[in-house]
């Protein structure tokens, strides 16, 4: 998927020399309503929030992992001083440091943990799953979203809002047909993992919310999903926005119902 999409790697060089020039451009982006981190924006979901936020006058700092030209790039390109492009690979510790170093200074008023994986062959039984596929899993889905709020957490400001895109099926409640059965593990991990965060940010005023965004046609969804990226993200990012101001977890979905865990 990320070939197909793969431009000349010396475009990528160029990166820096162009988050120049749209720091230059601080001017324009001063006409907004908050500053939005999504991690894991190079295509899918992640990069249709990147233009729904900048359709509701955010400006967007997006990761792609480095050395590919990614539909982020033309976006930034098209909103020079409203996109900054990053990168970070969630599975690399060091470069979450990296990243919350190159950050220190800035004030977000979102940060939105997109990136997300899932089986080679979706509906392999947990028992038959290879440890290093159900490893591969579990860290991009559960471990790497986590460390990567950790880290950066302290950039949020105080009553900003903290989430990470989760999926109808880590719902243990909801579970009565089984199926995807690594993917489902991974993300009602990465709900108790928030869920153990929010415990520890009870009584503060932080937002915290995790999606369960419905099936959407994307390489990872796969082309038989009933619903496309172009009606459901513009919901998702309505579901964030009306949380502002709303301190604790929720579990919700596009709707903004409540999912229940
Ligand atoms: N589509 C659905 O039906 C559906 C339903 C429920 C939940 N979700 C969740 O929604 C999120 C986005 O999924 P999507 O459907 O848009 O899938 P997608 O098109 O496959 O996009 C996945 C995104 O995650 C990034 N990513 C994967 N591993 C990463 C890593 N180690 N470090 C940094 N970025 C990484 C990818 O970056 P690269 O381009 O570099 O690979 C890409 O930007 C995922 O968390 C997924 O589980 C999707």
Same mark, same amino acid.
């Given at each position: 998927m990320?070939?197909?999409?793969?431009?000349?790697?010396?475009?990528?060089?160029?990166?820096?020399?162009?988050?120049?020039?749209?720091?230059?451009?601080?001017?324009v982006s001063r006409d907004t309503a908050g500053t939005i981190l999504i991690i894991g924006a190079s295509?899918?979901?992640?990069?249709?929030?990147?233009?729904?936020? $900048? !359709?509701?006058?955010?400006?967007?700092? /997006? %990761?792609?992992r480095a050395g590919f030209w990614t539909e982020l790039h033309d976006l930034a390109e098209g909103h020079k001083g409203r996109v900054e492009v990053e990168t970070l690979d969630i599975n690399e510790p060091d470069q979450?440091?990296?990243?919350?170093?190159?950050?220190?200074?800035?004030? $977000? !008023?979102?940060?939105?943990?997109?990136? /997300? %994986?899932?089986?080679h062959d979706e509906h392999v039984h947990v028992g038959d799953v290879s440890t290093?596929?159900?490893?591969?899993?579990?860290?991009?889905?559960?471990?790497?979203?986590?460390?990567?709020?950790?880290?950066?957490?302290?950039?949020v400001s105080a009553?900003?809002?903290?989430g990470a895109m989760s999926s109808g099926q880590g719902?243990?409640?909801?579970?009565?047909?089984?199926m995807r059965e690594v993917y489902?593990?991974?993300k009602a991990a990465l709900n108790m993992f928030m869920r153990s965060f929010a415990a520890r940010e009870a009584g503060t005023p932080r937002v915290m919310v995790v999606l369960a965004p419905g099936w959407i046609r994307t390489a990872l969804g796969g082309p038989d999903a009933p619903f496309s990226v172009e009606e459901s993200v513009p919901k998702l990012v309505d579901v964030l926005l009306s949380q502002q101001g709303k301190p604790g977890l929720q579990y919700l979905d596009r709707e903004g119902h409540i999912v229940p865990w």
């Open positions: 990320r070939l197909a999409l793969a431009k000349p790697i010396e475009h990528v060089h160029c990166r820096s020399n162009r988050l120049k020039d749209i720091s230059m451009n601080a001017e295509r899918g979901i992640g990069h249709a929030m990147v233009a729904e936020f $900048l !359709n509701r006058r955010w400006n967007v700092i /997006g %990761t792609v979450i440091g990296a990243l919350r170093d190159r950050l220190s200074g800035r004030v $977000l !008023n979102m940060l939105f943990v997109n990136a /997300g %994986t899932t089986t290093e596929e159900f490893t591969r899993v579990m860290v991009t889905n559960a471990l790497s979203p986590m460390r990567t709020i950790e880290a950066l957490q302290d950039l009553e900003g809002l903290i719902s243990i409640t909801n579970n009565e047909k089984g489902r593990g991974s």
